[in-house]
């Protein structure tokens, strides 16, 4: 059986691709924080991603982290940490992940960015920013591997009603109904609508280098 490893797994968007994908692979499912059947994996610590990150089929960057501040107000620190998770963590696990799926005649990669990198929304300097790099990064390593059967694609979910988007919304002092009327269809999307977005990349032989937006009309608002 195919392997796969999902990053954030713990909750939300990530425990949603990692039970999509069980039964068509065997799932490495990877949290920062440990929990049952979940490998403990801080995706912004290079040793931590080179011991894990091995020989897989599948790489499901999902684990990211949000601010809401605009950028005035957000720290350097802050800044850092964004970028450290978001941007540094799915780089690594695609630097590490790669050699091992060209020596196995292939693979596939996932990342999830968010619609944050493709249009402007209010206080979210540096997560829009580290998502538009994911973005960046997504279509880079598609055309750099290509040639070696490794596709790279990515999914932008617009507002997810998940607990990392409640814990948002505490910060920010929004609220979900703000949220849901911002969505031209009415409602959040769910976690397990984006790992079917997740899994249809996985497996579409003819797509790499795509960006997949799954945001319930937003960006064509």
Not at 67 to 79: G, Q
Not at 86 to 105: D, H, Q, S, V, W
Not at 157 to 168: A, C, E, I, K
Request: charged content about 20%; proline content about 4%; hydrophobic content about 45%.
């Amino acid at each position: 059986m195919k392997q796969a490893l999902v990053t954030g797994a713990g909750s939300g968007i990530g425990a949603a691709v990692a039970a999509r994908l069980r039964g068509e692979y065997e799932v490495i499912a990877t949290d920062a924080e440990p929990g049952p059947g979940l490998v403990e994996l801080d995706v912004s610590h290079e040793s931590q991603v080179a011991e894990i990150v091995g020989d897989i089929d599948l790489l499901v960057n999902v684990a990211g982290i949000g601010s809401t501040t605009s950028a005035p107000e957000t720290s350097l620190a802050v800044w850092e940490e964004v970028f450290a998770v978001n941007a540094r963590g799915t780089f690594l696990c695609c630097k590490y992940a790669i050699p091992g799926m060209i020596e196995r005649g292939g693979g596939s990669i996932v990342n999830v960015a968010s619609v944050a990198a493709l249009v402007g929304l209010r206080n979210r300097a540096a997560y829009s920013a580290s998502k538009g790099a994911v973005v960046a990064l997504t279509r880079a390593l598609a055309v750099d591997h290509v040639g070696d059967n490794v596709r790279v694609n990515c999914v932008c979910p617009g507002t997810v009603d998940s607990p990392w988007v409640r814990r948002l919304v505490e910060d920010s002092g929004e609220s979900l109904d703000e949220l849901r009327a911002r969505q031209p269809l009415g409602r959040l999307g769910t976690p397990e609508e984006i790992a079917d977005a997740v899994a249809y990349l996985a497996g579409a032989e003819f797509v790499t280098g795509s960006v997949l937006v799954v945001d319930g009309g937003l960006t064509a608002a």
